[in-house]
């Protein structure tokens, strides 16, 4: 087994994972993930270690799924995308509404909340990554990734608690 095949078995699935909960849809994940890979073969040379590999081939798959979306004209950001995959809310209509709104001011704060917040927030919850590898993306320490990330969160939760323009 080649060195790019060992890195293919053990990350294909992390990769896919994380593109499924950007897109939200498992076919265009399966097609981001090959392209991703396709794209790492050929730039393995390129790969100087500074980072771990699993976060090399995310940002690598990250920018192949902003490209597809390009591509294909479609307008979802990678938050909409993931907030598709939240689980369908069991209740009363009453109940059921209130999430839908929920899912929409969650959207929205996502869609406004500044960077790196938003990316970090999104590279910790849905890629799953840990603050040293976040640090390693950004080119900072694993303490700056956890304030950054904490910061997002207490933004996104003060404005889901005091309404759309609360900071």
Same mark, same amino acid.
């Given at each position: 087994m080649t060195e790019f095949e060992k890195i293919y078995s053990t990350y294909f699935h992390d990769v896919f994972l994380y593109i499924r909960r950007l897109s939200g849809d498992t076919h265009m994940a399966e097609e981001v993930t090959s392209e991703t890979f396709l794209r790492a073969m050929g730039s393995m040379g390129k790969f100087r270690g500074e980072c771990d590999i699993r976060v090399w081939l995310c940002?690598?798959?990250?920018?192949?799924?902003?490209?597809?979306? =390009? =591509?294909?004209?479609?307008?979802?950001?990678?938050?909409?995308?993931?907030?598709?995959?939240?689980?369908?809310?069991?209740?009363?209509?009453?109940?059921?509404?209130? /999430?839908?709104?929920?899912?929409?001011?969650? /959207?929205?704060?996502?869609?406004?909340?500044?960077?790196?917040?938003?990316?970090?927030?999104?590279?910790?919850?849905?890629?799953?990554?840990?603050f040293q590898q976040i640090g390693q993306i950004f080119g900072k320490t694993e303490n700056w990734a956890c304030v950054t990330y904490h910061r997002a969160r207490n933004k996104i939760r003060s404005r889901m608690e005091g309404g759309k323009y609360a900071e």
């Open positions: 940002q690598i798959a990250k920018n192949c799924y902003y490209d597809q979306l =390009k =591509k294909s004209g479609r307008t979802a950001t990678a938050e909409e995308a993931a907030l598709v995959q939240m689980p369908d809310p069991e209740g009363s209509p009453e109940e059921m509404l209130l /999430r839908q709104e929920d899912t929409e001011r969650l /959207r929205q704060i996502l869609h406004d909340i500044p960077e790196p917040y938003k990316e970090v927030f999104m590279w910790r919850v849905f890629a799953e990554l840990s």
